[in-house]
């Protein structure tokens, strides 16, 4: 019996509308989103694929799904972070309208609320609560949670132990894999297969 419970991390590809903050929920990939996500997923085996709700993420969730024979759940848990008044908007239009708010998320992430969105500490409250039930109903599974990159950081600072500011630290790059390994002790590893640290 595999007695630890391993969880792949994917952020999902690139989008059609490049330079967004934040996209809206029905934003689709790129040509070559769909390819990267193909070529980082074509070798893996799953029992459960589970899918943040929003387009960019659900669209390639089912095709995998079917592809690869396992199960699909869809969680609203992990879709992105409300960004309210941002959705839409590309980075470079906030940094000239909004810039000090913008820059509030960069340098004091835990105090950040987003215009008329959702505050960071609802949004970690949100993800760990999906997690916590991710790891009981998928005890000692093979899971591919595909998601996004906020997502991915509140999760890596909840299992590693650090602070989400720490996680910025990472360059998580569209469509790439990290994987966390969660032992019976409650112990976790993290295997990093497209996340870069700059120190």
């Known amino acids: 019996m595999n007695q630890l419970t391993q969880i792949d991390l994917l952020r999902h590809g690139e989008l059609e509308t490049p330079g967004l903050f934040c996209a809206k929920p029905s934003e689709p990939l790129s040509k ?6 193909l070529l980082a997923t074509q070798k893996g085996e ?3 694929i589970i899918s943040s709700p929003q387009e960019r993420c659900l669209a390639f969730a089912k095709s995998l799904a079917t592809q690869k024979k396992s199960e699909l759940c869809i969680d609203p848990a992990f879709k992105e972070m409300d ?3 941002w959705i839409g908007v590309t980075t470079k239009t906030l940094w000239k309208s909004d810039s000090e708010k913008l820059q509030q998320l960069w340098d004091s992430p835990e105090n950040f609320i987003a215009p008329s969105g959702e505050s960071m500490i609802a949004f970690a409250q949100r993800v760990k609560q999906g997690w916590q039930t991710l790891l009981k109903k998928h005890e000692n599974g093979n899971i591919l949670l595909i998601t996004h990159a906020g997502v991915i950081r509140s999760i890596l600072a909840d299992t590693l132990n650090i602070s989400y500011q720490s996680t910025l630290r990472f360059n998580i790059e569209y469509a790439h894999l990290s994987q966390l390994h969660h032992y019976p002790d409650g112990i976790y590893s993290l295997r990093s297969h497209g996340i870069s640290c700059y120190t």
Do not use: P
């Open 83 to 85: 960004f309210g008044d």
């Open 46 to 48: 799953w029992d459960v």
């Open 32 to 37: 070559k989103g769909l390819e990267s996500l």
